[in-house]
């Protein structure tokens, strides 16, 4: 992987940039909930989901139908939720950019 701060190669895992000294973010991309590209039927947020917490995308979809049926809370969650969740990166690169970079 690359130092998110001095673009060196670092070992997978690592804590701290040997180059830079800099600590390694912990893996702050995987906390984001992001709507996932591949296999995903309506905006990707069920995929999403399921890709975050390793639960099947059956399950998640099974929820969100329920709810949009008998809650008919279901659709403003889903629709919220794809409003709120970025879409995620295009391409998945070994070190995405650090949570702290500015957008230009
Ligand atoms: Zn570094």
Known sequence: ML???CRTDIP???RR???CTSWIPDRAP????RRARQGKMVAGVAQGLSNQYGVPVAAVRLI???TAVFGLWG???YLLLWFLMPLEPELLRASPA???TAVP
Request: proline content about 14%; aromatic content about 10%; some cysteine.
């Open 75 to 77: 659709i403003p969650v």
């Open 30 to 33: 995987a906390r984001e909930w």
């Open 17 to 19: 940039c040997g180059a």
């Open 12 to 14: 997978e895992g690592a």
């Open 64 to 66: 969100v139908v329920l």
């Open 98 to 100: 650090p949570q702290t």
């Open 3 to 5: 130092c998110p701060y």
